[in-house]
């Protein structure tokens, strides 16, 4: 996530239209920012200004901020795949399904609101803060994307370990450099949580994809899929991984 300016958005906003079930979006551009015209929760066109970016690659999505403090994220979505491979266009996610203005998948609906959908897993430290008696979010974060401390643990913890390394004390008794987790893992395996026990195990090393059909949960898919990122063996399979995840 960031936010929308010349360098982070990818989408072309040169006026151009994206047509879905009889609505037409238009992406323009004014006085510097970044707009879409679009249907919004009363089913008539508006103007919306782009506050975010939400991804780098293979898609952009765009989040609209809303009075009451809701982000909310348009289901039309820019390609950045490169124009050889199909991509450079605008297309719709649900492109075989109506979606109207009242649907809860609508892009002004609840099943799009970044606050309570997408927010946790995209951010650092987030923090909600959903008032329910005003119905509004005060929503807050440490690091608007997912930062390395997130996932590796307290960097002072390594300086840490980094100061007592040329010293007497024995490297074992701190752990993995400091950090959470090893980086040195590189065997494949991941934890998964098992439905009877709500226990969390490791798995035996497999593929990727072999990983991805047992767990059929997209969330649990999607952790599995960013740590195969950081160990570098997600590149071949990805294709095949992401229309698995569609197909969940
Ligand atoms: C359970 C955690 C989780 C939730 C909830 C979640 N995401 Fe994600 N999302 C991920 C992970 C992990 C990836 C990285 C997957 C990958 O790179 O293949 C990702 C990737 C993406 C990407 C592609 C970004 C890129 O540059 O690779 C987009 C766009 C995205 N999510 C949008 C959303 C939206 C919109 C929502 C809410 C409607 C949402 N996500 C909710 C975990 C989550």
Redesign the pocket.
Same mark, same amino acid.
């Given at each position: 996530m960031q936010e929308a300016t010349p360098d982070t958005v990818s989408g072309d906003f040169s006026g151009v239209e994206h047509a879905y079930y009889g609505v037409v979006s238009t992406f323009i551009r004014r006085d510097g920012d970044f707009f879409v015209r679009t249907d919004g929760p009363d089913g008539e066109l508006a103007d919306y200004r782009i506050a975010y970016t939400? #991804?780098? &690659?293979? @898609? $952009? +999505?765009y @989040?609209i901020e809303f009075p009451d403090g809701r982000l909310q *994220?348009l289901s039309v /979505?820019w390609d950045t795949r490169p124009e050889q491979l199909g991509g450079q266009r605008w297309f719709h996610l649900y492109p075989k399904k109506q979606v109207g203005h009242d649907d809860p998948l609508h892009w002004t609906g609840l +099943? $799009?609101?970044?606050n309570f959908? /997408? *927010? &946790? /897993?995209?951010s650092t430290h987030l923090q909600k803060n959903y008032d329910a008696s005003a119905d509004r979010y005060t929503t807050t974060w440490s690091e608007i994307d997912?930062s390395c401390e997130a996932r590796h643990g307290p960097g002072s913890r390594h300086v840490a370990w980094a100061e007592t390394a040329g010293s007497d004390e024995p490297e074992a008794s701190t752990g993995n450099l400091g950090f959470a987790v090893t980086l040195k893992d590189s065997d494949n395996g991941f934890w998964a949580i098992d439905p009877g026990t709500g226990v969390a195990s490791r798995s035996v090393p497999r593929t990727l994809l072999d990983r991805a059909r047992d767990l059929r949960d997209? #969330?649990e898919l &999607?952790?599995a899929?960013?740590y195969a990122?950081l160990l570098g063996d @997600?590149a071949p399979r990805?294709v095949q991984? $992401?229309a698995l995840?569609r197909e969940l």
């Open positions: 939400f #991804g780098i &690659e293979p @898609l $952009q +999505q @989040l *994220a /979505c +099943q $799009q609101n970044w959908m /997408c *927010a &946790e /897993c995209h997912v997209v #969330g &999607e952790s899929l960013t990122r @997600l990805d991984v $992401q995840i």
